[in-house]
């Protein structure tokens, strides 16, 4: 099992460029989460999908940021255009059924918009 | 909404001491989760525990332990003679299930936890 898999590792870009983020989740899980770390604010959800459908994505600070989930196996999370209060860490975690058995997180990706 | 407060910004202790970080819950739910994560400087998050909301036998795991007390909405987490190799930021986490179980988390501020040799 090769885990939750996050790319790119870094990323820095200029402001105003668009940003994708990938995740591959763990092969059998059913959801799957975006999560935004910051000093200032901490570890915070952005979005979840359950089967691949968008369920909650109250969390997502603003319409620059869109995730999409086109099969079990992948998913994106995009801003554009990019702002340097973007700069973060962001983590993608996946689970099956949510909290009954636990989420494992990757890597994540630390974003750093100049 | 729930929410999830590590009050302790910050600990440091010598190496061997005993260290407890503390962890209060908020939920309106009968049905929930409670998580442990550690966060080393390299930055993954690492699991180290998940209690269901109808289990509050405590737990141990080698140098690890769990409080886990309803009444008092807290979940604690002490390190027994605590190693360098401990160093890290803890987080509390709380996953609400009454929706089916598949919520997100809702993290605390976590605490550093600083092991001077």
């Known amino acids: 099992d090769a885990g939750v898999i996050q790319s790119p590792r870094h990323e820095v870009t200029e402001m105003g460029q668009e940003v994708t983020l990938r995740c591959k989740p763990i092969s059998g899980h059913n959801s799957l989460f975006w999560y935004r770390q910051t000093m200032m604010r901490g570890l915070e959800l952005l979005i979840y999908?359950?089967?691949?459908?968008?369920?909650?994505d109250s969390g997502m600070p603003e319409d620059r940021f869109s995730a999409k989930m086109p099969n079990a196996s992948f998913s994106t999370l995009k801003i554009q255009p990019s702002e340097p209060r973007d700069s973060a860490v962001y983590f993608c975690?996946?689970?099956?059924?949510?909290?009954?058995?636990?989420?494992?997180f990757g890597s994540g990706t630390r974003l750093t918009v100049v | 909404a729930q929410k999830v407060t590590q009050a302790q910004t910050e600990i440091s202790v010598v190496e061997k001491e005993d260290v407890t970080l503390d962890c209060v819950y908020e939920t309106r739910d009968t049905t929930y989760y409670l998580f442990w994560y550690k966060q080393p400087p390299s930055g993954e998050l690492v699991f180290l525990i998940r209690r269901n909301s109808f289990d509050e036998q405590n737990e141990i795991s080698g140098r690890y332990s769990w409080n886990f007390q309803k009444s008092t909405s807290s979940f604690n987490f002490t390190i027994t003679a605590s190693q360098v190799v401990d160093s890290a930021v803890y987080f509390c986490a709380l996953s609400e299930a009454s929706g089916g179980g598949a919520d997100g988390l809702t993290f605390g501020k976590g605490t550093h936890l600083i092991i001077q040799p």
């Open positions: 999908f359950n089967n691949n459908v968008p369920i909650d």
């Open positions: 975690a996946s689970s099956f059924t949510g909290a009954v058995y636990g989420y494992t």
